[in-house]
């Protein structure tokens, strides 16, 4: 062919170059898709792992509560105080201190003025009082006839601390008793039993257990073995 017909000639196309940049961009495309869902991967996961601490946390508080329920339970079981225990009946036990009483048995309506301070017995209101403890003071009326039944009748200075007051209830048999605050106490405590009575300075005085396992409940009182329940509440009853 001559020189001139090859000028004549359009200049032939490339190939390669056009296949090479098709192949750029397709790879170029298809990194972008990877990245996107990789990128929802991510998000997929965190929402996930969001969802996880939210449900632990949950189930903590949950089982925080419920070991903060058991935690007050087992408090309560092991402050509260047990009652203590007396045999009922009198021995005839000797106590120093203790003063014994005649007094005349008898139901009456109306006031009753009584020899002893606070009152061992006498006359008193045919209804008795409920045992029990008491925050503000109790008629005596009432409180002698629980006496009748056996029950042991402890009163306190008002001015007694708490902790003194708290050591004194650790005493207590959790029946046929009586704790009420009483004011003109010869002592800051007195124990108070049918026809018995014992005046202390403290409640670590070792003689009120003395006093509880002599005179509560004894065969000895009026009315033996009748309820200390089922009267009348004093202002003021705790339990």
Not at 49 to 60: H, I, M, S
Not at 210 to 228: D, I, N, T
Request: proline share 8%; with cysteine; net charge positive.
């Amino acid at each position: 062919m001559s020189r001139r017909s090859k000028r004549g000639m359009p200049p032939a196309r490339d190939q390669g170059g056009t296949k090479n940049a098709g192949a750029k961009s397709a790879v170029s495309n298809s990194a972008a898709k990877q990245e996107r869902e990789a990128k929802r991967a991510a998000r997929v996961e965190a929402s996930y792992q969001k969802r996880k601490r939210g449900e632990l946390k949950r189930r903590l508080t949950k089982v925080g509560a419920a070991a903060a329920g058991v935690a007050l339970l087992v408090a309560a079981y092991v402050f509260t105080p047990e009652s203590a225990s007396y045999s009922p009946g009198s021995t005839g036990a000797v106590i120093e201190g203790v003063q014994t009483f005649t007094n005349a048995t008898g139901h009456v309506t109306g006031t009753v003025n009584y020899p002893q301070t606070p009152p061992v017995g006498g006359e008193h209101n045919p209804v008795w009082l409920n045992c029990g403890i008491y925050s503000e003071p109790v008629a005596n009326v009432y409180g002698v006839h629980a006496l009748e039944h056996g029950a042991v009748w402890v009163t306190y200075d008002p001015a007694l601390s708490p902790a003194e007051l708290e050591a004194l209830r650790m005493h207590l048999p959790s029946s046929y008793v009586i704790l009420s605050p009483f004011s003109g106490l010869p002592t800051p405590i007195v124990l108070s039993a049918w026809n018995a009575q014992l005046a202390v300075e403290s409640a670590a005085d070792e003689r009120i257990p003395m006093f509880f396992e002599e005179y509560w409940r004894s065969q000895y009182v009026p009315e033996p073995g009748a309820l200390c329940s089922g009267g009348i509440d004093g202002p003021g009853r705790v339990s």
